[in-house]
């Protein structure tokens, strides 16, 4: 069986890790100033946490999944612990953070002088559970898709691997694909929190109101509202990076929509680390939200 190697132990991480050990793989881990939490998730997933060193020597393939904004310097460590450590390496390591195509074209050029192959991938949906997986776009640069058909061949082991070849393909497309997919989930996350916190900034009553019409006139995108602000708030530190890669991607005066919500997201952030107050807006909206949504059927 394979010996994969999966940094770190958010939500994502642990998920797929799980799904790994299910199929009979070993998981490696570094969890190196991570908190309780992440210890405790890869515990629970069966991830075994080794020295980056010992990551290194024992690992087939490298996935890399950690918060966008230390995505450049998480590849780096790799690359200069992995000047220790005795070959063989691993085969390849695997970007799959929400990052702007020209950082994942910087983090694949760490990767030009060492024996790892360089793998962009983006992942697209939610966390695997019981009867779904995410599914990993990944992409390579020409001359490298040995190392891209071999990270496709774990799709035997329960991941969804779809892989991005053909004409101008390489490495920045994946990212940019997860990137796409961002303006709408997380994009939308940050136009919900950014109406509500607006709403009762001009009252209480405002924001009641608000609700009651959504239940009439948008009962879907109050659906949505109610699903994704709550997963949303615990994760805004994560998104402020991501938002702000999504600008620079995004590029021109279009760039200031991603920027204000990035501006949001750090906002909301600071109130689950302060006084809580926009947090407790939010999460109000949604119980107010969820009230009207049982009366209505």
Known sequence: MSAIAVVSAGAMGSAIAKRLVHAGCTVYTNLDGRSSSAHQRALDAGMINVPLETLLSKSNWIISIVPPGEAFAFARRVVAVSNSVPLPLPRAFVDCNAV?????????????????GFIDAGIVGTPPREGWDPTFYACTESGSEDVLEGFAALSQYGLKISLLKGAGAGIGDASSLKLCESMMKKGSIGLFMTMMLTAHRSSPATADALMKELSISQPALMGRLIQTVPEGIPKAYRFVAEMEGLAEFVGGGEADVFKGFARVFERVAGSLEGDGMDVETLRSGVEKALELQETSK
């Open 100 to 116: 702007n195509p020209e950082t994942v074209k910087r983090i694949g050029g760490l990767f030009k002088e060492t024996p790892m």
